[in-house]
C-alpha cells in the first residue's frame, strides 16, 4: 500500500530561519512527487513536481529535492508570508490514472 | 484565466440527506479528481473522471458517486449523509496523467 510520511508534523521558526522540511514514501514505481502549499480555508496550490531522484527545483525561498525514498523542501531564510501547511503527494500505484495519496502535511509557522 | 471553481463554498446538511458538489475545471483541462479533507489530515482521494467516465477510486464507499459533462465539468454526489462525511470536499483539475493537478478553494460541507 502506498503511504507518504511528512515530518515534523508542526513547525515554528523566527523569521530568517532556514530549515527543512520532510516527506518519505513507499510506493511501487514513482511517477511523480509533488508539493503543494495550503493556507487556512483554501485549496493546495501547486509549487513543485519531482520525477527523479536526484532532481531539484527552486521557486523563491524554496528548494525541493529528490532521493529514492525522500523529498525534502528546504526554506531558506523564510517570511511570515511563507506560513502555511505544506503538503506532499505521490500518484497511486497500479493504473494509468493519477489520483494522488497526500501526506498529513507539515504546519509551519515563521514569526516575526 | 479562471481557476478551478467549486460551488457552493458552504453546506450544511443533516444525516440521512443527500448532497451534490460542483466544480468547473482550470481552462484547458479534461481531467477532474475529487478529494475528502478533514480537519488537520491530507487530502484523500475520491475518484477521478476523465471523458465522462469513472477513472480511478479511491477508498469510498459506493454512497460518494460523481459525473462528468461533455465541457469537463464534474459533479460529487453523497447519498445518506453521515456525521463522519464532515470535511472540506476538494476539486482538482489537470491536463494530462502525471501533471500537477489544480485545486479549488473547496466545499466546507458541516452534517447536523
Known amino acids: 500500500e502506498d503511504q507518504v510520511t511528512q515530518s515534523p508534523e508542526a513547525l515554528r521558526l523566527q523569521e530568517g530561519e532556514s530549515s527543512s522540511l520532510n516527506c518519505s514514501y513507499t510506493?511501487?514505481?514513482?511517477?511523480?512527487l509533488f508539493w503543494y502549499r495550503q493556507d487556512p480555508g483554501k485549496g493546495p496550490e501547486f509549487l513543485f513536481t519531482l520525477y527523479s531522484a536526484g532532481e531539484e527545483k527552486e521557486k523563491e525561498r524554496l528548494k525541493a529535492t529528490l532521493t529514492k525514498k525522500e523529498s525534502f523542501l528546504h526554506i531558506t531564510a523564510p517570511k511570515p508570508e511563507d506560513s502555511a501547511t505544506y503538503l506532499c503527494a505521490v500518484p497511486i500505484s497500479g493504473g494509468g490514472a493519477d489520483g494522488l495519496t497526500f501526506g498529513k502535511g507539515t504546519h509551519l509557522i515563521i514569526q516575526p | 484565466d479562471a481557476g478551478v471553481t467549486q460551488s457552493p463554498t458552504h453546506l450544511i446538511k443533516t444525516r440521512g440527506q443527500q448532497v451534490t458538489l460542483r466544480c468547473s475545471p482550470k481552462s484547458g483541462h479534461d481531467t477532474v479528481s475529487w478529494y475528502q479533507q478533514a480537519l488537520g489530515q491530507g487530502p484523500q482521494f475520491i475518484f477521478q473522471y476523465y471523458e465522462e467516465e469513472e477513472r480511478q477510486r479511491g477508498n469510498f464507499p459506493d454512497r460518494f458517486s460523481g459525473h462528468q459533462y461533455p465541457n469537463y465539468s464534474s459533479e460529487l454526489n453523497v447519498n445518506a449523509l453521515l456525521l463522519g462525511d464532515s470535511a472540506l470536499y476538494l476539486c482538482a483539475s489537470s491536463r494530462d496523467s502525471n501533471q500537477p493537478q489544480h485545486f479549488g478553494d473547496g466545499t466546507r460541507l458541516s452534517i447536523l
Open positions: 510506493v511501487s514505481g514513482l511517477r511523480g
